[in-house]
């Protein structure tokens, strides 16, 4: 291609100016000498040309193809129904078609889901970054192939930032329906033992204006309702632990609904005891009997009754009434009346003395029975006649003492029992041989009941503590009264704090603390789910997980520690995942409890056409009387970008220079003789003029 250059040996504005004073000069000479003059103004011409100093410049161009965006909708509402089928058959009939448009280069970009839970579809934001490199000028147009249900549309076609046109593809199809559940009040906490409310709403399009409701708590059915489309309701339930209380609220689904992922919303409810209310009974007082009342006072959570058994009932020294400033023991209000209310009974070194009628302990066995727990925390009263094991007790004591108190220096150990149990498992300083702890000095010799193992041992490994269960109840029994001497710091001391409160959260059925537990949490990194089961047995069984569309995959477990097995995975969905184990039931939720993308799941045309037209391009449904057609692709220079079975894509000529030839004309001999001529004939014609006048 050749062109025409000028790089001006003096700036424009003077050679303007000097243009202009010699047009002037050409002028008047005309006037006064005639056509004589003509050839002064052509000197000044080519004077003023040679100044311009002109070029020839011939480029040698490239053509380059124009760019058409193929943006392919990869979110969670393009999962649902036939939409995948028909993105993949319409994606590739395009790449097809592309290819014989010589002059236009496709570029496909796939936008998947969203990997960090609830920032919707973005289609427009992924198209931006995708074409950061491209000229907006070789932008031939853009197709997006989705639902329709984006998220990022710009406000106007100005604010898109693009000039070529816009061609939406929409999948699925005019008559879906579907049915969804919308929570309108969830609480995210509860009060244990007593009901919450939560309200919720069941939306349709296509339904039959009723639905079944089924709630679920911790993957127990409690019931089945029916209430009507389109209007609130009201269910309520009761919070029976502490920590998370799954709900599920899950409607039927209708015949040929686009989807159920969304028919299920869960609702994760955090159980919080209003106050633990626990009863600590002291024999004699004796140094440890403040540790048990520190260590109960300090958490805020904990409504402690202490009584401490100052004056048996057989004790006459004479002390006159009227001197005595002790209140008496309400046994019958305690034992009878409010021991439903107490979560926890505590008997620090109490010995029989006739405080306690036997109908009194016959509550207490009925109240562990029932759900209760009760610790007994033995010194050496619990070896005489007057122990405990000899009362109504005996039923549901861990342990029975054969009559021996041994008291000298010992290293309380985890057995291998311990070792794997949640209460003293991994014990500050338990894995060091021995313990890094201090000595305890005294421990009640006894014989552990047949069918239970103690967690920890103490002298000529005997048993220190053990736990068992009692149908709906929990007993611990701690034969030794030196724990006091961990928290004394006496030969550096020891974990009391962590053994005593695990030991009383155990006890009061804190969740984490069960023998036998499965859970799992996402971790914080995308979607990685990790998962725990906690197990009194050498090897754990792989863990079943059940995604939110009922796909099933099987998890091996790795030990990390005894007594405890953990592994990870990556879920593909986002919604709740129901994980089982034996008889063991957990769940979790990835992502929101209810995701943006489910939220409204029908395909739509309207959403983008206002900037799609705006561009001078078209919005149209890929499905027509239940077959899919894909739009011809067309170049158009001029006129419509789209018709009844065509879309149109604008080029633009853009090339690129691949080489430069510059051919100078106003400077060097050849102009310099140019001018000279010039000037010479100027100088014989004016001169012969001049004689012949």
Do not use: C
């Amino acid at each position: 291609m050749l062109s025409l250059s000028f790089t001006p040996l003096l700036p424009w504005p003077v050679l303007a100016g000097l243009g202009v004073v010699a047009a002037l000069l050409a002028g008047f000479a005309l006037y006064a000498r005639g056509r004589v003059a003509a050839l002064r103004a052509l000197v000044l011409a080519l004077v003023l040309a040679a100044l311009a100093n002109p070029s020839l410049v011939r480029e040698d161009r490239e053509p380059v193809k124009d760019v058409a965006a193929i943006v392919v909708d990869r979110s969670g509402s393009q999962s649902l129904g036939d939409r995948p089928a028909m993105t993949d058959q319409v994606r590739a009939e395009l790449e097809r078609r592309f290819g014989s448009l010589a002059s236009v280069e496709p570029r496909f970009i796939d936008v998947p889901d969203s990997r960090g839970g609830d920032d919707g579809t973005k289609l427009f934001t992924a198209l931006g970054q995708a074409l950061a490199d491209v000229p907006p000028e070789r932008l031939a147009g853009v197709v997006m192939l989705t639902d329709g249900v984006v998220h990022d549309i710009p406000a106007s076609a100005a604010a898109l930032g693009i000039k070529a046109p816009l061609h939406v593809l929409v999948t699925g199809h005019p008559d879906e329906r579907d049915r969804q559940i919308k929570l309108i009040e969830a609480p995210r906490f509860g009060i244990v033992g007593r009901d919450l409310t939560v309200r919720a709403e069941v939306m349709e399009r296509g339904g039959t204006g009723n639905a079944t409701v089924i709630v679920r708590r911790d993957g127990v059915e409690l019931g089945r309702r029916a209430f009507p489309t389109g209007q609130p309701f009201s269910l309520t339930t009761r919070i029976e632990h502490g920590g998370p209380n799954v709900l599920e609220i899950e409607v039927e689904p209708l015949p040929g609904e686009l989807t159920t992922v969304n028919n299920r919303a869960v609702l994760p409810i955090e159980g919080i005891r209003e106050k633990l209310r626990v009863l600590l009974v002291s024999g004699e007082p004796h140094q440890g009997e403040r540790t048990w009342r520190n260590l109960l006072k300090s958490d805020a959570n904990v409504d402690l009754v202490h009584f401490t058994i100052l004056r048996p009932p057989e004790k006459q020294d004479g002390t006159p009434i009227s001197e005595l400033s002790l209140i008496a023991f309400p046994t019958r209000e305690l034992f009878v009346q409010k021991i439903k209310d107490f979560d926890l009974i505590v008997f620090d070194r109490y010995a029989n003395q006739s405080v306690l009628p036997s109908a009194y302990f016959d509550n207490i066995v009925r109240y562990v029975k029932e759900g209760g727990a009760l610790l007994v925390a033995a010194g050496p009263e619990f070896a005489s006649a007057a122990s405990l094991a000899r009362t109504r007790l005996a039923s549901i004591l861990p342990g029975d003492p054969n009559g021996r108190v041994v008291e000298r220096p010992y290293k309380a150990k985890l057995t291998q029992t311990g070792a794997r149990h949640p209460v003293t498992r991994a014990l500050p300083g338990s894995d060091a041989n021995p313990p890094a702890w201090g000595d305890w000095l005294r421990i009640v010799s006894s014989q552990t009941r047949a069918g239970l193992q103690p967690i920890l041992s103490g002298a000529d490994d005997q048993p220190l503590l053990t736990l068992s269960r009692e149908e709906k109840g929990r007993v611990a029994l701690l034969l030794s009264d030196h724990a006091w001497l961990w928290a004394r710091g006496y030969q550096e001391g020891g974990p009391y704090l962590d053994l005593l409160r695990r030991l009383g959260h155990w006890l009061m059925k804190e969740p984490a603390l069960e023998e036998e537990a499965l859970r799992a949490q996402t971790t914080g990194r995308g979607r990685e789910v990790r998962i725990e089961r906690q197990t009194m047995a050498d090897t754990a069984e792989p863990v079943t997980v059940t995604g939110p569309t009922g796909k099933e995959r099987r998890i091996d477990l790795a030990t990390a520690e005894p007594g405890l097995f953990t592994a990870t995975f990556e879920a593909e969905e986002l919604g709740l995942y129901t994980l089982r184990s034996g008889a063991l039931t957990a769940f979790v939720s990835v992502g929101p409890a209810n995701p943006r993308e489910l939220t409204d799941v029908f395909s739509d045309t309207e959403r983008l056409r206002t900037v799609a037209e705006a561009t001078g391009g078209s919005v149209r449904r890929l499905s027509e009387n239940g077959t899919t057609v894909v739009p011809r692709l067309q170049s158009v220079r001029g006129g419509r970008l789209s018709g009844g079975d065509w879309i149109g894509f604008r080029p633009s000529d853009s090339a690129v220079i691949r080489g430069v030839e510059v051919y100078p004309l106003g400077i060097g001999l050849a102009a310099l003789a140019l001018i000279a001529a010039a000037l010479l004939a100027m100088w014989l014609v004016e001169g012969r003029r001049g004689q012949a006048a």
